[in-house]
């Protein structure tokens, strides 16, 4: 089983910063693969960044690409998302999420969520 809790959302101007925080428990390999996706009101979820934590390899949605940050703390088994330069679009429920994979490749098999952290931008 895995346990995934966020933190660090809030309301923040636009141009500004915000650091979100995925604090992880549960099997390693569950959770190999780590993401963050965001989901607005009326709008499909959509993947925002993902990492490997076998190497730490990333990927990001164009939308994020240049502003946003994937990175993660394996001794605190926490994952964080730097968001830099926010847009009003960028105003979301952001969620974590965990796959057990043996590689990252794309936004598939996501079985384990957090329950998420508001992010507005105005």
């Known amino acids: 089983h895995v346990q995934l809790v966020e933190s660090g959302g809030g309301s923040v101007q636009v141009g500004g910063s915000l650091r979100l925080s995925c604090a992880a428990s549960?099997?390693?390999?569950?959770?190999?693969?780590m993401a963050w996706f965001r989901q607005a009101p009326g709008k499909e979820r959509e993947g925002v960044a993902r990492i490997w934590n076998d190497d730490g390899s990333t990927h990001y949605a164009d939308s994020v690409k240049g502003r946003f940050t994937i990175s993660r703390d394996i001794a605190k088994d926490t994952v964080f998302l730097q968001m830099n330069s926010l847009k009003p679009e960028d105003g979301s429920m952001y969620y974590c999420?965990?796959?057990?994979?043996?590689?990252?490749?794309?936004?598939?098999?996501?079985?384990?969520w957090g329950r998420g952290t508001q992010v507005t931008v105005s």
């Open positions: 549960g099997y390693t390999y569950n959770r190999n693969c």
């Open positions: 999420a965990a796959a057990p994979r043996v590689s990252c490749p794309d936004w598939a098999f996501f079985n384990y």
